[in-house]
């Protein structure tokens, strides 16, 4: 497994933009396909968007295609969730997660970052 790290939360306008990022430790980071999931208040936690290990497949939420962008360094072990366009219903905790490929479910994830659109 590998520990995962969010940052870049924060408040934002309806309309305006965010960048999370989300720092991996370990030498396999190479090995992993990423994700990001985010959680509203009063909700499940929903799939938001996934990367594959080599970064030339990636997959999103029907919510949020087109805004949302999935990216990842290999170099600095980090993956990124490029976010624009912000609605309020954006509004949740987004966590990062990682697993093997060869893996059904994401199995390490990230403590969380807050991301609050006021509208």
């Known amino acids: 497994q590998v520990q995962l790290d969010e940052s870049g939360g924060g408040l934002v306008q309806a309309g305006g933009s965010l960048r999370l990022s989300c720092a991996a430790s370990g030498r396999t980071f190479g090995s992993y396909a990423m994700a990001w999931f985010r959680q509203a208040p009063g909700k499940e936690r929903e799939f938001v968007t996934a990367?594959?290990?080599?970064?030339?497949?990636?997959i999103y939420a029907d919510s949020v295609k087109g805004r949302f962008t999935i990216s990842r360094d290999s170099a600095q072990n980090t993956v990124y969730l490029q976010m624009t366009s912000l609605k309020p219903e954006d509004t949740a905790v987004y966590y990062c997660a990682s697993k093997a490929e060869y893996k059904n479910q994401f199995d390490s994830w990230g403590q969380g970052t807050r991301v609050t659109v006021s509208s």
């Open positions: 990367i594959s290990r080599s970064g030339g497949g990636t």
